[in-house]
């Protein structure tokens, strides 16, 4: 074997060595992506759990907001103008939370089955004389109303029916 051919041959061992690093490193990367994205939407899920437990704790550690905010989603008109303000801003708590979801979900950063659960409750909130109230004074959510509303029908709609069903109380149902 002469030089050139030599040459020639450790050229192609060469780049069958780079092609192959290539893939490894391809490979690598694919790994270390799809732990990425776990990671990330665990992140997500954990503050998504997060700001619920927050309005939760909200309500469970405040009688007078609690019968407030059952008040206002069941019959917001009997409020006095003050508690509708206070019930807007427990409504925008919750309904935030659903917004950022919503744009998440939008942008590509919050997985479709994970927004589909979470969707489904929202729809099932804007249902509720409480939401449509406050979707009547908050056009800025509106974007986010009006894709629940593109969104099949709910069977049952426990979450609506729950605050339907108050009547004339004030207080949650047990």
């Known amino acids: 074997m002469d ?6 041959l450790l050229g192609n061992v060469g780049e069958f060595v780079g092609a192959v690093a290539v893939v490894v490193t391809l490979a690598y990367l ?3 992506i799809r732990q990425n994205t776990r990671s990330i939407n665990s992140n997500n899920n954990h503050s998504v759990m997060g700001a619920f437990n927050h309005f939760n ?10 019968q407030l ?3 206002g989603m069941s019959r917001p008109e009997s409020l006095s103008e ?19 979801l919503y744009y998440q979900f ?14 489904r409750e929202a729809r099932q909130l804007m249902n509720t004389p409480g939401i ?26 426990p979450l ?7 009547g004339g109380n004030s207080a949650p149902v047990q």
């Open 69 to 71: 905010f059952y008040e």
């Open 106 to 119: 939008v942008e590509g950063t919050f997985p479709r089955d994970q927004w589909m659960v979470q969707a």
């Open 3 to 8: 030089l050139m051919s030599a040459a020639q």
């Open 82 to 100: 003050a508690d509708r303000h206070r019930f807007w801003h427990l409504a925008a708590l919750v309904m935030n939370i659903f917004r950022n």
């Open 160 to 166: 609506s029916d729950r605050f339907l069903s108050l």
């Open 30 to 32: 694919v790994v270390q």
């Open 57 to 66: 704790e909200v309500l469970a550690t405040n009688t007078e907001l609690t």
């Open 132 to 157: 449509a109230y406050f979707r009547s004074v908050s056009s800025s959510f509106e974007p986010l109303f009006e894709y629940l509303e593109e969104l099949p029908a709910d069977e049952p709609n």
